[in-house]
């Protein structure tokens, strides 16, 4: 499983994360684990199970600056290469490495097509964050967005901090079969290390001003990343659709190790961005989606009614 401080170490320096990855490092394209904690924590109650938890939760603080130095020595802790294509490709993820088991045995993995949802009155999803500056990484298997503003989101009586955001093209997730040009997963942790994930479709149409913001930060190679100038910020409430009806279930990480108990939440409308920003994106990855995995049954929610 990857290692916590390498887990910080790529939320506050995703440019060194990077370099370690592209020395064959774990990466995170999607959510880091918050440790295998992240499932155990999720069914019932709260309590939550620390064993390599414990350190997560010392986490959600990607503002501070930590020294970058300290935290290059996860690198001891080699994960196998994976990627969207061929031998180490989604197909094989489960083969690559012991803890990535799950992306093959697991029972609940993402994404999924959504259909057969029951239609309840879900809790609001509320959004708390502040516009930012922000940086945006290549990782090397996507565009992966920090925003030391934070911010966080609450459902019901839990409270989840922003972690990172990111892109994949095609989107994931489909609705009903029906699939989106791209989304984004807004990834979110608790204070026990259980994960929050925020699907944004998007689909072609105006260009998207958020989106462009980030585009005008694209590194020039994959392992670098590049930060906004002290006076250019973002809104993440700007990004979000107009409609909040969302669809909620159990699911995974999308990139090895897969790991379980990561709760989602996708919502229905999608936002709109521009054949250019598409193509730009395309540009660096022409496909970086985990193909569908089988719902096995599992229940999901969605919005009944209208939610502001
Ligand atoms: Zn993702």
Redesign the pocket.
Known sequence: MMSRANHLFTLLFPTLACLALSAGMASA???KPAAAPAQAAMPPAPPPPPPAAAAPAAEPAPKKAAPAKRAAKPKAVPMPHWSYHGSDGPDNWGKLHASYGLCDSGKQQSPIDIRGSIGVDLPELRFNYAPSRFSVANNGH?LEVTYPAGGSLTFATKTYQLVQF???RPA?EKIEGKSFEM?A?L?HRDAQGALA?V?VLMTVGAENPFIQALWNHIPLAAGQAMASAADVSIDLNRFMPKERQLYNYMGS???PPCSEGVQWFVFKEPVEVSPEQLRTFARLFPNNARPIQPTHDRLIKESRGRVR
């Open positions: 394209a999607d959510v996507t990111h892109f994949h994931e989304v997963h990834v994930v699907a990480l999308t990139t």
